[in-house]
């Protein structure tokens, strides 16, 4: 079996970094200098610390199934609700709940945010809110959210929430109205641990698990074609 070579090394080590990311990983980099400064070991800690801020921000390529039909997860992270709930008011869709599925985001997983399937974005709403845990049910409804509406290429329309969590501060929108995406391309970010939430058409089945691993702008998270039943069951 051939050795991995010194690009195909640096390329699963150094990945691209998220524009956001910049200022951050400057501030922490610059604090490492001056802990050095006051007391190496503090300075050996700022260095961890600022391979982490690279590593948040980090926004790798991804490999996004082409086929049609095809809804994947907006988000790395693991599932934490599948339940009915009627979309953002914000929005203008129908009150008619849809299966939502939350896609819940921790401090360590890559943060920039893909496009579940391809469409035209009919709607943007920001609503602000409170910071509680993005794993909890009640963070739909009471934090602070940006909401995004997209109408497919059968006019059938999806919803796709970016919420903000205990620490994140900061949500980041890229699209707006009459904009046409492609299934996982990129569409803003969350900075520091949060929460997606997709709004599945009526009828359409998810074809993950609770606690099932998700992989932005890969991991099929439905399928508009598919006629199986949802899975009944819980990752543990």
Not at 84 to 90: D, R, V
Not at 207 to 223: I, N, P, S
Request: charged share 20%; hydrophobic share 45%; with cysteine.
């Amino acid at each position: 079996m051939p050795e991995p070579s010194h690009d195909s090394i640096l390329n699963a080590v150094i990945k691209p970094v998220h524009r956001e990311g910049y200022p951050f990983i400057g501030i922490f980099a610059a604090v490492t200098l001056v802990l050095f400064l006051i007391w190496q070991p503090l300075g050996w800690l700022g260095v961890i610390l600022t391979i982490w801020c690279y590593y948040f921000f980090r926004d790798p390529d991804r490999q996004t199934p082409t086929r049609d039909g095809l809804i994947v997860s907006p988000a790395d992270g693991v599932v934490s609700l599948i339940e009915p709930a009627a979309p953002p008011a914000e929005l203008g869709l129908s009150e008619t709940p849809l299966t939502r599925v939350s896609v819940f985001m921790n401090v360590f997983n890559c943060h920039v945010n893909r496009l579940p399937i391809a469409g035209e974005i009919t709607a943007v709403g920001y609503r602000p809110g409170k910071f509680f845990n993005a794993s909890l049910d009640k963070a739909s409804v009471d934090n602070e959210r940006n909401s995004v509406a997209l109408r497919m290429a059968d006019g059938r329309q999806l919803a796709v929430v970016q919420i903000a969590g205990l620490v994140a501060r900061r949500i980041v929108c890229d699209v707006k109205p009459g904009d046409v995406l492609e299934t996982g391309e990129r569409f803003g970010m969350i900075r520091f641990g949060s929460r997606l939430d997709v709004y599945l058409p009526e009828g359409v089945e998810p074809l993950v698990a609770l606690g099932q691993t998700m992989v932005a702008g890969e991991t099929v998270l439905a399928d508009l074609t598919a006629s199986e039943p949802r899975r009944m069951a819980e990752i543990r």
